[in-house]
């Protein structure tokens, strides 16, 4: 019987001036373990008259994680923190109770032609943290734990897998696992895993039971416990899993609650500029239209 319960596509989807392949949610299934909301930007060129400008816009209830492969993104938030991250850093903000910030081509970028490619993700607070107050961390490459097994390199991005853990100040049991091989390598890596568990193929290829899967599809395993594969050679992938909350979550534009009440509020919050400001900046990202229904 085969292990894969869903085959997830990239799904175009633009986000102001810039268009990313959506992976979560998805309508057959909203969370794998606590993550939301997977977006992979690029890989695109931007010339020198394009750049990567997205205002304030707020958040709630979530974490979020930038992961970069190439490119620079300049990270400015209510708390004050002004941080580029780099291919191979992690920056993650928890919005709790809510937090506003923007992401932008470093100054000193503008006016160049250079690339942008990368993973944004989501991660929902468990119910007793989700109005926690807004916290930031970033982490350089070198902080993040990677190894190498029978040819395979592994990094550990967020959370904890085999018998490692990530310094990412995670808020529910999870794991972000990135994996790379420059040969055909079979992978018997279930005992390492638990919850719920997907697996997105950036580049290469991965075959289970006999099927063969190319770049951009996430593949979404019944059992977390059962996962191996084959990683053809010069392949990466990346892992999300988790354990699932007991909860439903409702999802509007950027905020993620356990009730209907809570996103209601932070639109209206947003509405009346309650918020606190982002230093530096003077625009924001208005909201959606009021008709859109909260999921």
């Known amino acids: 019987m085969s292990n894969i319960q869903l085959i997830i596509e990239e799904r175009p989807s633009d986000i102001g001036n810039f268009l990313v392949g959506r992976l979560l949610p998805f309508r057959e299934k909203r969370l794998v373990g606590p993550f939301c909301f997977i977006d992979h930007m690029g890989p695109v060129t931007l010339s020198a008259n394009e750049n990567f400008d997205i205002a304030p816009h707020?958040?709630?209830?979530?974490s979020t994680l930038t992961f970069l492969f190439e490119g620079a993104i300049m990270h400015r938030d209510?708390?004050?923190?002004?941080?580029?991250?780099?291919?191979?850093?992690?920056?993650?903000?928890?919005?709790?109770?809510?937090i506003a910030h923007s992401e932008r081509t470093p100054d000193y970028l503008r006016g160049t032609e250079r690339k942008m490619h990368g993973l944004q993700i989501w991660v929902a607070l468990p119910k007793h943290l989700e109005l926690m107050e807004p916290e930031f961390y970033h982490a350089d490459g070198a902080d993040i734990p990677a190894w190498e097994e029978d040819g395979v390199k592994f990094k550990l991005i967020a959370g904890e897998a085999f018998g490692k853990k990530s310094p990412i100040p995670v808020y529910s049991p999870l794991y972000f696992i990135e994996i790379k091989s420059d040969e055909e390598k079979t992978l018997h890596i279930g005992d390492d895993l638990f919850g719920e568990s997907g697996l997105y193929i950036l580049e290469g290829s991965v075959?289970?039971?006999?099927?063969?899967?190319?770049?951009k599809n996430f593949l979404v395993a019944k059992e977390a416990k059962l996962c191996e594969f084959t990683i053809a050679a010069n392949t990466t992938?990346?892992?999300f899993g988790g354990e699932p909350f007991p909860e439903e979550r409702f999802i509007y534009w950027n905020f993620v609650a356990t009730s209907r009440e809570l996103i209601e509020d932070a639109k209206q919050k947003w509405l009346n500029q309650e918020f606190g400001p982002v230093p530096g900046?003077?625009?924001?990202v208005p909201l959606p239209p009021q008709s859109k229904n909260v999921k």
Do not use: C, R
Not at 78 to 98: D, F, H, R, S, Y
């Open 58 to 62: 707020p958040h709630i209830g979530l």
């Open 207 to 215: 075959s289970s039971e006999g099927n063969t899967f190319g770049p």
């Open 78 to 98: 209510g708390l004050g923190t002004e941080v580029e991250i780099k291919p191979g850093q992690v920056n993650w903000m928890t919005a709790g109770k809510g």
């Open 281 to 284: 900046e003077t625009d924001f």
């Open 237 to 239: 992938v990346y892992i």
